[in-house]
């Protein structure tokens, strides 16, 4: 059976629906793809699922200090099936109302695994063995966890993030490999829950391949300590192996130290999903890592074929996907282009505090010859931080020596995530320091943080 459209779009994740939808709304025949359930990894067993369990670890958390608020509860306990059933009601819910959008939109949902036969025609293994011709396609496969023979991920014993969200039953103790956004959000998660946590990362700091200053990674890096997560960075994992007689999972490292623990589980990061697509028989271009390489509009090497999200490696977030489906739409529907400033990407890691960055870290910003100067400020000198006893956290802002334009902001502290933004306009229309220090905030806010920071850069931060 052969089908014949205007768009194609393979994976239905937050680049491939969105891009689906904006295609729709500027007229184009869509038909959409996927192998899985809408809304891709980041909704169904990534972001969404994830945020939804430590929502629910920060509130556990807030209970259990209610006496210092005044407030008398007695017998504080939790129920994690019940914990469970709520993040999938979440994800559940979210999906539905992307499918109806794509309903709404007019936009053909077909499931099944999609493959390219030609530069314009896919097919599909479903049962019908369609097969799709289009003017332009666009490929939104997205990411999978890194898997290498030194980590044999059973599902049970020695488990990835999947198997991580989906847990039957808390383990009494874990190791996480990988201290990422990934393995830091996990420890942040299991430990507030009881789990005895070890975070084990290679390098020699966690999040080192992050855009995060150092300071803010130092700052939370003894904030988890703190929470009784046992980290050790500089510490490669020599050998993973299963005790089944004893049901516990042993981590050798590279230093000879055996940690023993009821599961292990592998956060080294992800790759894009190109496998079975049928890139390699078109010669589609990739790098050496097999991201697909593309331009400014998004389009591979493949005039009319495009490349949004994991698949090309550049971010690895969801927003940046979406925002990649924009410029892909707007390029294969009326050839226009839209512009990504690759320094204006925001990046939240919602661990305990959260932590946002964005733009260049201080010492990033030095290496690309910017004489620069920096301004950090405390939020136990706010006094929204105070009434709402969030005290642990900083505000610090890179920016320009001659200038004052900043560069880069790096935030820790409750609200990282939302707050953020503020300095994602300030980059994006090239903004001095002075610009947001003039600027009136509102008290008593956690945005308050942010001219004291600015000001400090000059030294006249009021509060600090």
């Not at 025949?29 to 369990?53: I, Q, S």
């Not at 971010?315 to 410029?327: D, E, N, V, Y």
Request: glycine share 10%.
């Amino acid at each position: 059976m052969t089908h014949t459209c205007q768009i194609i779009i393979i994976g239905a994740g937050p680049g491939g629906y969105v891009a689906a939808i904006r295609c729709a709304q500027r007229g184009a025949n869509v038909v959409l793809v996927d192998k899985d359930a809408v809304g891709g990894v980041c909704l169904n067993r990534g972001c969404v699922p994830t945020k939804a369990l430590l929502a629910t670890a920060k509130h556990y958390q807030f209970v259990q200090s209610a006496g210092k608020w005044g407030v008398n509860i007695d017998h504080v306990s939790f129920d994690w099936g019940a914990i469970i059933k709520r993040k999938d009601r979440v994800v559940q819910q979210l999906r539905r109302g992307v499918e109806y959008l794509l309903k709404k939109n007019k936009i053909t949902l077909i499931h099944g695994s999609a493959r390219l036969i030609a530069p314009h025609k896919i097919q599909v293994d479903d049962p019908d063995s369609t097969i799709i011709e289009a003017e332009k396609i666009i490929l939104a496969t997205g990411s999978e966890p890194v898997q290498i023979p030194l980590f044999p991920i059973d599902g049970v014993h020695i488990i990835s993030s999947d198997e991580a969200l989906a847990l039957e039953k808390l383990p009494n103790s874990l190791v996480i490999v990988g201290g990422g956004v990934i393995g830091c959000e996990f420890a942040t998660l299991f430990s507030t829950f009881g789990v005895k946590v070890t975070l084990v990362e290679a390098l020699p700091d966690i999040l080192a391949l992050t855009s995060l200053d150092p300071f803010i990674i130092r700052n939370l890096g003894s904030s988890l300590k703190r929470q009784g997560i046992s980290i050790q960075t500089g510490a490669p994992v020599q050998e993973i192996k299963v005790d089944k007689a004893a049901g516990t999972v042993e981590t050798t490292l590279k230093s000879g130290e055996i940690l023993t623990s009821e599961k292990a589980l592998i956060s080294i990061g992800r790759r894009s999903y190109t496998g079975n697509l049928g890139l390699e028989d078109l010669k589609i271009a990739l790098n050496d890592k097999k991201d697909v390489i593309v331009d400014e509009n998004m389009q591979t090497s493949i005039p009319g074929v495009y490349a949004i999200g994991d698949v090309t490696g550049k971010w690895r977030l969801a927003h940046t996907a979406s925002f990649q489906g924009k410029i892909a739409a707007a390029h294969a529907t009326r050839g226009e282009q839209l512009e990504i400033r690759e320094d204006v990407v925001p990046s939240c890691i919602f661990t305990e505090p959260p932590v946002a960055t964005i733009g260049l870290s201080e010492t990033a910003a030095q290496q690309k010859g910017f004489e620069t100067i920096s301004g950090e400020f405390p939020y136990r000198a706010l006094g929204k931080a105070l009434t709402t006893d969030e005290t642990e956290g900083w505000v610090k802002v890179v920016a320009e020596k001659s200038s004052g334009r900043i560069l880069g902001a790096h935030i820790l502290g409750n609200g990282a995530p939302e707050i953020i933004h503020e300095f994602a306009l300030a980059l994006q229309y090239k903004m001095k320091a002075s610009d947001i220090e003039r600027t009136i905030h509102a008290h008593p806010t956690y945005s308050e943080s942010i001219p004291e920071a600015c000001e400090a850069i000059f030294g006249i931060s009021i509060h600090k």
